[in-house]
């Protein structure tokens, strides 16, 4: 199992005091320190699972549009876009829990030409006002005929966004874009007159699931 580079700190941290409480347990012979160092070994076994790392293959294609996140397809919506694609555009919102793997990935391949942090509130991700107020980061990348835009956004529990595009950097299609801390969203803008594969509901899978077709 691969993890995370961002979140080894954390998982060495949460071992080291899962040891220590055991060792703490065995010398002072108490159950309910032993029932202490059993939920935080729990704790560290989840701080690993939430950092795992897993590769991803699955379909690939100048015109297709792979999600950038694992969750919960949450909403689409067709909107203004004004910051890069600079005009209509369908917002598609997936939604991650604790539980999704948080390495997030490109769902196009080409240049990225606009990265944009927005430092901004911590409200629940899955609400409507998260994508204008909550704390994110923007990249556009521009693919051979269409501008394509990917948002990552902090939610309630989420304090950190990390971000590998550089701009001017040439990525490929499925590859690591970033990670999220702990619960949160993403949002995917595509050209209007986009093609969509998947609807609200869907539970999707970065990397693998398609979400859509740009224009041909």
Same mark, same amino acid.
């Given at each position: +199992? @691969?993890?995370?580079?961002?979140?080894?700190?954390?998982?060495?941290?949460?071992?080291?005091?899962?040891?220590?409480?055991?060792?703490?347990?065995?010398?002072?012979?108490?159950?309910?320190?032993?029932?202490?160092?059993?939920?935080?070994?729990?704790?560290?076994?989840?701080?690993? %699972?939430?950092?795992?790392?897993? &590769?991803?293959?699955?379909?690939?294609?100048?015109?297709?549009?792979?999600?950038?996140?694992?969750?919960?397809?949450? +909403?689409?919506?067709?909107?203004? &876009?004004?910051?890069?694609?600079?005009?209509?555009?369908?917002?598609?919102?997936?939604?991650? @829990?604790?539980?999704?793997?948080?390495?997030?990935?490109?769902?196009?391949?080409?240049?990225?030409?606009?990265?944009? %942090? @927005?430092?901004?509130?911590?409200?629940?991700?899955?609400?409507?006002?998260?994508?204008? &107020?909550?704390?994110? +980061?923007?990249?556009?990348?521009?693919?051979?005929? %269409?501008?394509? /835009?990917?948002?990552?956004?902090?939610?309630?529990?989420?304090?950190?966004?990390?971000?590998?595009?550089? /701009?001017?950097?040439?990525?490929?299609?499925?590859?690591?874009?970033?990670?999220?801390?702990?619960?949160?969203?993403?949002?995917?803008?595509?050209?209007?007159?986009?093609?969509?594969?998947?609807?609200?509901?869907?539970?999707?899978?970065?990397?693998?699931?398609?979400?859509?077709? /740009?224009?041909?």
């Amino acid at each position: +199992m @691969n993890f995370a580079r961002e979140g080894l700190l954390f998982i060495a941290i949460a071992a080291v005091v899962a040891a220590g409480a055991f060792g703490f347990a065995i010398t002072r012979r108490s159950w309910a320190l032993w029932l202490a160092a059993f939920v935080l070994l729990l704790l560290a076994l989840w701080v690993a %699972y939430f950092f795992r790392d897993p &590769e991803r293959t699955g379909e690939r294609g100048p015109s297709l549009v792979v999600s950038p996140a694992d969750g919960k397809l949450i +909403m689409i919506t067709e909107i203004d &876009e004004p910051t890069f694609v600079k005009g209509r555009a369908v917002r598609i919102s997936i939604f991650m @829990n604790v539980f999704n793997v948080h390495v997030n990935r490109y769902p196009v391949e080409g240049v990225v030409r606009y990265i944009h %942090y @927005n430092k901004g509130k911590f409200l629940n991700a899955a609400a409507e006002k998260s994508s204008l &107020e909550n704390e994110q +980061m923007s990249v556009g990348i521009e693919t051979s005929r %269409y501008r394509v /835009l990917v948002r990552q956004i902090a939610g309630l529990i989420a304090r950190r966004i990390v971000t590998y595009s550089k /701009l001017g950097e040439t990525i490929r299609q499925g590859d690591r874009m970033g990670i999220i801390r702990f619960g949160s969203r993403v949002d995917v803008f595509l050209p209007a007159g986009s093609t969509l594969r998947a609807k609200v509901g869907d539970i999707t899978v970065a990397g693998v699931t398609i979400l859509g077709e /740009l224009p041909r």
